[in-house]
């Protein structure tokens, strides 16, 4: 059965702080891992990564994919509160593009 | 460019009653597909299909059903409510694994 775990569950952190969150992924034909932002509707797209080792960046948030070892890391650099949001992971996987397979998700709350 | 659009945005039923929610997209995209969302479950998939006509069955398709007759067009009907049906929907397009785009979402509730 495939399987995406993400870890935290829930984190609380201070505006300023550097936040790392884990997606680890056991998926049959895995393809590419995604990550998205959800705040109130639907999840926004942030980075899909490919490729094992290159990280990918877009302002404070950066990501990086293991294959080696099935795992992804999002960080993010000094905090703010508009960060505030649930961080989902999802993998995809090949000959089935309409597939993803999320994570349960991290919820990050960033207080001032 | 409307994207993806789903339709309605909140809806109540009664446990029995049956619905269609609506997904429609307008960038010509091959795939399309639908989750439901519950708090500390993450997004699971229902259904999918790779292209009109062609549909299958993902991790949690029961009660449940879909048909694809347009390219555009992707509807998810309930038969018989339940209130275990009680959940968030979204729909998704992608054009073959990069770039999968959300609607914003159905909010459901089965009393």
């Known amino acids: 059965e495939d399987k995406v775990v993400q870890s935290p569950l829930s984190l609380v952190v201070h505006e300023g702080d550097t936040v790392t969150l884990n997606c680890s992924y056991e998926?049959?034909?895995?393809?590419?891992l995604l990550w998205y932002k959800q705040e109130k509707k639907a999840p926004t797209f942030l980075f899909m990564l490919?490729?094992?080792?290159i990280e990918k960046k877009s302002g404070r948030l950066s990501s990086i994919l293991d294959k080696k070892e099935l795992f992804s890391i999002l960080n993010i650099t000094a905090t703010q509160t508009g960060d505030s949001a649930i961080y989902l992971c999802?993998?995809?996987?090949?000959?089935?593009?309409?597939?993803?397979?999320f994570g349960t998700g991290t919820r990050l709350q960033v207080t001032l | 460019n409307a994207g993806v659009t789903q339709t309605p945005k909140f809806q109540v039923l009664k446990t029995g009653q049956s619905m269609t929610l609506q997904c429609a997209q307008d960038?010509?995209?091959?795939?399309m597909s639908w989750y439901r969302q519950d708090p500390g479950m993450g997004l699971r998939l229902i259904h999918y299909?790779?292209?009109?006509?062609?549909?299958d069955q993902g991790e949690v398709p029961n009660g449940y059903n879909v048909s694809r007759s347009t390219t555009e067009d992707f509807p998810l009907r309930l038969l018989s409510a339940a209130p275990s049906q009680t959940s968030v929907y979204f729909c998704?397009?992608?054009?073959?694994?990069?770039?999968?785009?959300f609607g914003s979402g159905t909010r459901l509730t089965v009393v």
């Open positions: 998704a397009s992608t054009t073959g694994g990069y770039g999968y785009t």
């Open positions: 998926v049959t034909n895995f393809r590419s």
């Open positions: 490919t490729s094992s080792g």
């Open positions: 999802a993998a995809t996987h090949t000959g089935t593009a309409s597939k993803l397979t």
């Open positions: 960038m010509n995209h091959e795939y």
């Open positions: 299909s790779v292209g009109a006509g062609i549909t």
